[in-house]
């Protein structure tokens, strides 16, 4: 299709042609500071806002069930997920009680829960929450971070996972 002859944006449409553009997947995480209980959501609008204040932000749909507790427990983990780690983004992009059941995780060293096997993780704090149409854009300040291991990054694509091909 031409430039010329573009489609209006409506949602199908946009989910179509945005789809063609590739991200990264990362698990944000929380733990209910009284009980324990973890929270998780996958995530594939991370990215990088600021070096000085070291900013991140991620998107969450408004429909979310895990983020209302996640922000409540006020201290987020973040882990971005390496190509092997398909079932994790998985569990933690539905919707269901204990999506860290038989997931490898540990915690940061504030106590925010973080994946086992992730390229990174960072450990944040909300920052800024801004209403934008369905989702809410969540600007977090980074406390600490890691580099945990080399690998390719898990990939969503066309409305899927994936990896890179070389």
């Known amino acids: 299709m031409s430039a010329a002859a573009a489609a209006p944006a409506d949602s199908r449409c946009l989910r179509s042609v945005l789809g063609r553009f590739a991200t990264g997947v990362v698990a ?6 009284r009980t324990g209980e973890r ?3 996958a995530a594939n609008s991370f990215c990088s ?6 900013l991140v932000s991620f998107c969450v749909a408004h429909t979310s ?3 209302p507790r996640i922000r409540a427990a006020g ?3 973040i882990t971005i997920l390496g190509a092997d ?7 933690l992009a539905v919707s269901g009680s204990d999506k860290f059941r038989g997931l490898p995780w540990t915690v940061s060293p504030g106590g925010a829960p973080v994946l086992e096997g992730g390229l990174a993780w960072l450990e944040c704090v909300i920052e800024a929450e ?12 980074v406390l600490r971070l890691d580099a945990s291991r080399e690998g390719e990054p898990l990939l ?4 899927g996972f994936g990896r890179i091909s070389r």
């Open 130 to 141: 801004h209403p934008a149409g369905d989702h809410v854009i969540v600007v977090a300040r």
């Open 39 to 41: 929270a998780g959501l």
């Open 28 to 33: 944000v995480a929380s733990g209910d500071p």
């Open 65 to 67: 069930g895990s983020w």
């Open 85 to 91: 780690q398909r079932e994790a983004a998985t569990r």
């Open 75 to 77: 201290l987020l983990g």
């Open 156 to 159: 969503f694509f066309r409305g």
């Open 49 to 54: 806002v600021s070096l000085d204040p070291a």
